[in-house]
């Protein structure tokens, strides 16, 4: 039987955010195949911060599922027996360069891909949404946006928070006009993307109107082509 691989890469929002509007959790844990999927929180991007990893606990324990989560800044689980055993990966926002910098020192980078590659769910926001592709658009430098190398296992550029952050599209224009990319994937707030099988599905609106685009010029001039949604 053919495994199925996918990507939810969530542009803003989420339970970082808000416990009460528990849409796009719902449907990241409908693409399980699990009557109660094993699910994982991955906080390393905030540094594993508490918080977040309560918020985590607050909605997913209202959900038929098993939730668990991975600190590297306390004493660290034994990631070779926990990883395999996850359904669905969470990864919150953050400082991806210093994440990607402790999971590869810890080989959860190659872990997460054969999980993976073995039918895993992958999702994330922000900083957890740009990880799995070649590359991604971040705020890990306090001067300015920067195209950083992720994790690379699917291709493309991601740029999250693509209407909530007033340097978002400045940026992604000025990377296409300086040629340091050719394309990018921009996801709104409140706006998820959806990978299947390595390619673009579709975007899931579970804010006001929201959308994901691929960006690109044409002639000259940035074009933004929505990908197909559905709302939730």
């Not at 740009?130 to 992720?150: P, R």
């Not at 990018?184 to 685009?213: M, Q, T, W």
Request: aromatic letters at 10%.
């Amino acid at each position: 039987m053919k495994i199925e691989k996918n990507i939810v890469a969530i542009g803003g929002g989420g339970f970082g955010r808000t416990v009460k509007d528990l849409r796009i959790e719902e449907y990241i844990l409908s693409l399980s195949k699990k009557e109660k999927p094993n699910i994982c929180f991955i906080p390393t991007a905030t540094g594993d911060n508490d918080s977040y990893k309560v918020n985590y606990y607050d909605v997913f324990t209202k959900f038929n599922c098993n939730p668990t989560h991975i600190d590297f800044f306390k004493r660290t689980i034994d990631l070779s027996s926990h990883i395999p055993k996850q359904d669905i990966i969470f990864v919150g926002g953050g400082n991806t360069k210093s994440m990607l910098a402790v999971w590869k020192d810890w080989g959860l980078d190659e872990l997460l891909r054969n999980a993976y590659e073995s039918g895993t769910v992958m999702s994330g926001v922000s900083a957890g949404a740009i990880c799995w592709f070649e590359k991604g658009i971040t705020d890990s430098w306090a001067y300015d946006l920067a195209v950083m190398d992720c994790l690379g296992f699917v291709t493309g550029v991601c740029c999250p928070h693509y209407d909530e952050e007033p340097a978002r599209r400045p940026f992604v224009k000025k990377a296409l006009n300086e040629s340091l990319i050719d394309h990018c994937l921009s996801v709104e707030g409140n706006c998820a993307l959806h990978l299947k099988d390595d390619i673009p599905f579709r975007a899931i609106n579970f804010g006001n109107n929201k959308n994901a685009y691929t960006t690109s010029l044409k002639d000259g001039k940035v074009s933004e082509v929505a990908f197909k949604r559905i709302d939730l």
